[in-house]
């Protein structure tokens, strides 16, 4: 099929996939969602190993927050992120996050939800949901606490701490930082490595080493409640007041 939002190569043991909204930091939205689990149905149909990785430096700097602006109680119950982050979490095959640059909200917790991350110099992890007046609510309030522990989970989820390429390295959250030009090249290789053990065997290993529970229906009723807050629709609304500013002032800077 035809992606807007993604870049979508098929091989014959991986699916590489990269996040390409450039003019959004490749910001998550409904209709990437929407074409990400049209992969997740060819990777369901045909296992094979997944590269995720983004656009121009940048992993994801989080959900579209004008689109989230929108949301009330009712999409907040759908689990519009959480299914589908949960989905590419139950991928048959194993998964890996080639992260450089931001990623933020959707986009960090879009990268925890895939078995491996490995890093660029410049990457930062990050969940500052509670600033928008909501919460990490697509798997970080119980996916980085299983990742990288209760401490450091809460430092990121309560305190607002954002973890650069080291200390995400320190935590556990990633496997290796490898320079820029090489981070492509090197989570290929670590999928080669993946590649040459039975297929059958990932399967069953990754089957035993994943545990389901019923997480993402306790995130989504507390997101309902937060979607519905007036301090949600304040924050966001003052978010996007101040990059529409900053936007327009970049762009007369250009013109002067």
Known sequence: MAYETLRVEERADRVVVTLHRPEARNAISGLMIRELHSVCDLLE????????TGHGGVFAGGADIAELLQRGRDEALQGINSRLFERVRRLPMPTVAAVDGWALGGGAELSY????????????FGNPEPGLGILAAAGAC?????????????????????????AALAAGLVIDVVPA???????????????????????????VVDNPG?????????????FEGQDKKDRMTRFLEKRGLEKRGLEKGNKA
Request: glycine share 4%; net charge negative.
């Open 113 to 124: 939800a895939c078995d491996i991350r490995i890093a660029g110099p410049d990457a930062v």
């Open 45 to 52: 149909r045909e296992p094979r190993l997944l590269l995720l």
């Open 181 to 207: 030009e090489k981070l492509l090249d090197e989570a290929h290789a670590l999928l080669d490595r993946m590649a040459r053990s039975s297929a059958t065997a990932l399967r069953l290993t990754k089957l």
């Open 214 to 226: 019923a997480h993402p229906v306790a995130d989504d009723l507390a997101q309902a409640v937060l």
């Open 142 to 166: 119980w996916r980085l606490p299983e990742l990288v522990g209760e401490s450091v989970a809460k430092q990121v989820l309560l305190a607002g701490r954002n973890l650069d390429a080291q």
